[in-house]
């Protein structure tokens, strides 16, 4: 750590498992005014401490498990959970769940201990696994792991008016890149070299392959033990996915708040009022914000935190000036600023999951280091009843050309994702004002979480019938209602236990025909509708069904009896040929029953003669009267035996 010049290099890895989105085409924004550090009388900036190595680097893999796979749905690739080793034997049943939760959504995962050991033995461990067959899309860090300082000095006016100012900050770019250099060599002497603290990142594309999302929580000691802390956040991260989380408004809504410096931002073109509505949509979004040329109190610390933060709002999405601690608002045409400290949010444990922190250093999960004693992005997300996930930046800056970020959110997809798509489409259109505004982005919580969620399986599909047809066997059901309504995954088995995925089915349609069939074989059958997040409702009630092919050979012995009756075409509308074979002269009856016993209509009632006869019923009953849409049983009575054949009439 005390060499003079300093270089963290990697070779090329050229597997990369996990689909990044990519950028769209950027609107012009112009630079914001830049979020300051704000903070009471007596509370000063200090500079960051770097990584204490307490020993060799220790790494132990407990559990890896793969996703569950559900017809369909698409991979979300590899998640690594690295867990402080001293938590896990109080958080490891918590962590067990979490894996099976993020299997259900597709995600494999990883759970590994780690001790010891530097940042760059961590990134080196993690750029293992993305190159690994298996892959890797992002990270979950849960306690206090490896981080890294980086420092700069930084023009803000970006036209040398103003003295540069220096820096220092937590940087987790650090381990989603997989591919670049990173140095420590004094940035062509602009900051000390060979400190420990990086100064320069080297990335050729200038990118970014996978997420990382922090839980850190001994830093927020007035909330609870860690372990406490840990437990209680993977409770409700499981009750959100579960739809098991105290009721949010329907539809769901999100809050913007905006101090006087950037209300002009809230309705720009691509704004922040544009953003929310990609997720929430249009009327779900309350805005609230002041303007600089006009800087009233609408926004102001006493109205957020009595008539905003106690409501019913899914997501809180700021801007305003403040230090880990807390942030505020300038009231009274910016003569007395109002503050919203960390003991507000704990005080007032707002409904709120998902908070933007366009807050200096808000997010600065090392905030222990400057005697803050907690951070505001941290005890937002990790609050007693609500809170889940918090994005801002540990040191001065945040985020902005949000497009890139909410519109990938709306698709719906994980904020983890969204936040590749963002810093890669930002930086690609604005790299000079990366390293000051974004260098220091960090999630908080789990980034796999999905804003505006319905968690909710669809609605369980009725009336499965399916009935042997000409070549095949068709298979219908009847619709689930569910607005967000994906497709549904039909299952097969030759027993009535034992289903296994047959086919998907786009919705709307409800109807399919299976030929890999065999004759006089039994199968059974089960639909399920799955949803645009890839919830799946639970099994329908099966149906079986013999296939009967009309054209197999028939043995010597005779026509067997599941030979002997048999309609086409079926599904019909509004008529079908019903087929029966009788194996010596007998008195014939044929009926067709509705699905409550009711004869409706007597088609056969005589003597017949040996051999293969056809009739045609043309939906009506015994009154010529059209009969409705449904499945209908043919029932054939000879010679003291009796056949019983589904028909499925649709119209």
Known sequence: MGETMRRFGMMLVTIAMGTLLAASAPASHPEPLPTRWTAPPGIERLPHEVWPSTGPFIVEEM????PTWTPGRAEQGRVAIIVENALYGDIGSSLTEYQTDLASKGYGSITSLVDGGTPEDLRTYLIGLYGAPEGLVGVVFVGNVPYI?????????????????????????????????????????????????????????????????RMRVDTLPQLGDPEDVLNNYFLKNHSYRTGTMPAQADPAQGLIYVDDDWGNMVGDYHGDAWCMRQVYGTGNVTSVFDLDSNPGNDATASDYKTNHLPLNYQM???????YPGGHGFYEDYRNTFGWVTTSNYRAIDPPALFYSMFVCSGCDYTAEYGGYASYVGGTA???????????????????WNDEDFYSVLAEPNAFGPAFVNWFNASHAAYAEYAPRWWYGMVLIGDPTLIPNGDYFAPQIPASLVAVSG????????????????????????????????LDSIDAPDTAYADVDVEHGTTYTYWVTAVDNLNNESDYSTPDTCTYFDPTAVVASSGVPVKSMLWNRPNPFNPST?????????????????????????????????????????????????PVGSG???????ADGRALTRKMLLLK
């Open 63 to 66: 559990n890896a498990v793969g």
């Open 149 to 213: 300082i980086y420092e700069l000095m930084q023009d803000w006016d970006g036209a040398g008016g103003d003295p540069a100012e220096y820096e220092d900050f937590p940087c987790d770019l650090f381990f989603m890149d997989m591919d670049g250099d990173w140095y420590d060599n004094g940035a062509g002497g602009t900051v000390g070299a060979g400190n420990g603290k990086y100064d320069v990142w080297d990335d050729p594309a200038d990118e970014i392959e996978i997420w990382a999302g």
């Open 316 to 322: 809180a999405f700021l801007r305003s000036h403040g």
């Open 381 to 399: 997300a990790f609050n007693q009843d609500a809170g889940l996930v918090s994005w801002g930046s540990a040191k001065t800056g945040g985020m």
């Open 470 to 501: 000409e070549g095949q066997i068709d298979v219908c059901w009847r619709p689930s209602a569910d607005a967000d309504l994906d497709y549904y995954a039909l299952y097969r088995g030759t027993d009535r236990a034992t289903p296994s995925f």
């Open 577 to 625: 040929e019903i087929r029966f074979s009788v194996e010596r002269d007998a008195f014939v009856a044929l009926h067709v029953f509705d699905v409550h016993g009711r004869c409706v209509r007597t088609l056969v009632r005589q003597e017949m003669e040996r051999g293969t006869h056809f009739i045609v019923w043309d939906g009506t009953d015994d009154r010529g009267i």
């Open 631 to 637: 499945i209908y049983l043919s029932r054939l009575e």
